[in-house]
């Protein structure tokens, strides 16, 4: 199984900026893509930013324009640089590996454990 591990969430204050890193156990071009997903108390996770091994990325429609996903590969990590943040952005936030298996019917997932992102007023 690969172990992914999320850092760098904490306190910051509206319009202030979080980077978010995502350390993976094993090379991430294993993994065909990796993203960053956050949930809220009482509410369903829901996929925030997604790159893939071609680099291609996609976002959630509330956060374009202040977040961007990207990786560095001889790091074996995934980063969120999270920028003109808002309170609604508050949510513990997941990083997710995916790898697609010809054998296989759908594709295999990882998460990590999450880290607590609070955006004050």
């Known amino acids: 199984q690969v172990q992914l591990v999320e850092s760098g969430g904490g306190l910051v204050q509206a319009g202030g900026s979080l980077r978010l890193s995502c350390a993976a156990s094993r090379s991430i071009l294993s993994l065909n893509a990796m993203g960053w997903y956050r949930q809220a108390p009482g509410k369903q996770r829901e996929l925030v930013a997604r790159?893939?091994?071609?680099?291609?990325?996609n976002y959630a429609d509330s956060v374009k324009g202040r977040f961007t996903i990207s990786r560095d590969n001889a790091k074996n990590t995934v980063y969120l640089q999270m920028n003109s943040l808002k309170p609604e952005d508050t949510a513990v936030y997941y990083c997710n590996g995916v790898r697609y298996v010809l054998s296989m019917d759908g594709p295999l997932n990882y998460w990590g454990q999450g880290t607590q992102v609070t955006v004050s007023s």
């Open positions: 790159i893939t091994s071609s680099s291609s990325t």
